[in-house]
Every structure is written in structure tokens, then in C-alpha cells.
């Protein structure tokens, strides 16, 4: 069965440390994966997907199909980062089912 | 600018009321998906529907059922609401083609039922 996994719950940093949040997925065929971003008092919506292969707010994620992971990373975290983020995984077949992560809740400090 | 409404942000209700989740998207979109969204256990998939009419269970659908009159809306039903099924309610829509696979959220509604 199709899965992600987000081993963190919580990830506290610092302002202007990196940071780094984890997906690993479980599918045998070619995946797609996304990143979604929930702000405070603000609606789910989409950061970034892989196929996009491009930097938003000063993320990234890499599809490394060899180690089925999808990490979302940052040099520089800000405060405004600040958020709870869900990595989802789209699978082919014909199904727009999106199979989500539980979520890594991110804090930045200041 | 896609937009997905959701027809209350805070709902309070009694064990055992039905209740009623509707959800809206203004861009045509074929595919809608209700979710729950409880703390540690991330978003849940209740139904989706791909078209008007027809409707998937997704991973829990137990107590609940789900409409798909018009393209536009998809409700949420509760037939007997229980205190377990006290949390934010999410829907989101998307595409069958066009933008791959983006699903575009509303605002939730927090449902607590006592």
C-alpha cells in the first residue's frame, strides 16, 4: 500500500539555522510528490511538487527515488516559516487520490 | 484564483444531529475531497467524487455520506453525529487534467459535537 511518512512531529530551530523536514514514501511505480504548507489561521495550500523543480520562499525538495524520499529544506529558516507541513504522494492509475504524511509541525525561533 | 468556500467556520452540534458540510469551488473542477484533520494524525481522506454523482470511499468513511448534485458543490453528512467526530473538517477540489494532481483546500470547519 501506497504511504509517507513524516518522522517528525515537531521541529523547533533556530532563525537563520537550516532546516530540514523529512518524507519518505512507499510506491513501487514512478511517484509524484508535493509539499503543502498550513500557516497559522490560513488555509492548506501548495509549496512546492517535484516535477516543478523550483525554490519557493527559499525551499527546495529532491525526489531521490533510490531512498524513496522527498526532504524539504531550507538554508535559512525565517520566523515566518513557521507552520505545519504535509508531504503528499500522488500515485498513477488514474485517481486523483493524494495519500498525505501526518504532518511535521514546524517552529522557528527567534 | 481558485476558490473553495466552506459553509461555516465553527459549528457546534448535539450527539446525534444530522449535520450538513457543504463545500463550493467556483473553477469547474471535476475532482472534490472531504477531509478530517485531527493533531497527529494529519489529513484523512472521508469520500472524494470525481464527478457529479459519483463518489469513492476514502480511508474512513465510517459515519459519514457524502453528496454530489451539481459539479460545484460536494456536502458532507454526518447521519448521527458522535463526540468522536469532533474535529476540522477540510475540503479541497482539483482538476482531471491541467494543473496535475494540485488539490486547492477551503477554510475548514471546526466541528465539535457534544
Known sequence: AQRVTQPEKLLSVFKGAPVELKCNYSYSG???????????????????????????????????????????????????????????????GGSEKLVFGKGTKLTVNP | DVKVTQSSRYLVKRTGEKVFLECVQDMDHENMFWYRQDPGLGLRLIYFSYDVKMKEKGDIPEGYSV?????????????????????????ASSLTSGSPHEQFFGPGTRLTVL
Not at chain 1, 41 to 52: A, D, E, G, P, T
Not at chain 2, 67 to 91: G, H
Open chain 1, 30 to 92: 514512478s511517484p509524484e510528490l508535493f509539499w503543502y504548507v498550513q500557516y497559522s489561521r490560513q488555509r492548506l495550500q501548495l509549496l512546492l511538487r517535484h516535477i516543478s523543480r523550483e525554490s519557493i520562499k527559499g525551499f527546495t525538495a529532491d525526489l531521490n527515488k533510490g531512498e524513496t524520499s522527498f526532504h524539504l529544506k531550507k538554508p535559512f529558516a525565517q520566523e515566518e516559516d513557521s507552520a505545519m507541513y504535509y508531504c503528499a504522494l500522488h500515485t498513477q
Open chain 2, 67 to 91: 453528496s454530489r448534485e451539481k459539479k460545484e458543490r460536494f456536502s458532507l453528512i454526518l447521519e448521527s453525529a458522535s463526540t468522536n467526530q469532533t474535529s476540522m473538517y477540510l475540503c
